[in-house]
């Protein structure tokens, strides 16, 4: 059972970066998926999810930026990411929605410079 994110890096504020996570080891068309992310000194933050039905929910704080999706194909996940602002600098990281513990990976730093 595995997760495994990337695409992150440094950015602008205002630039763009899409997150992906390839997933392994379980069900994938039966799970909900979701992003969520961990600022420096702060706790992890649930971000958006994507569910069986392929209904989306997002944080209020990246409404309208950050776009959800997934392609049961693949066993794939993306965070399309825009617009993107200083305070959304942390480790992003994919999990099932609601989030297994065993699925916690290594996360993709995003950094994003004023």
Known sequence: ??????GGGLVQAGGNLT????ASG???TASGMSWARQA??????????IYVDEIT???ESVQGRFTISRDNAKNMVYLQMNNLRP?????????ADPPRN?????????????
Do not use: H, I
Request: contains cysteine; aromatic residues 14%.
């Open 40 to 49: 420096p000194g702060k706790g992890r933050e649930w971000v958006a999810g």
């Open 26 to 28: 379980f069900t994938f």
């Open 19 to 22: 997150l992906s996570c390839a």
């Open 87 to 95: 305070e959304d600098t942390a480790v992003y990281y994919c999990n």
């Open 1 to 6: 059972v595995m997760l495994v994110e990337s």
């Open 57 to 59: 929910r997002y944080a």
């Open 102 to 114: 065993e699925l916690w990976g290594q996360g993709t730093q995003v950094t994003v410079s004023s």
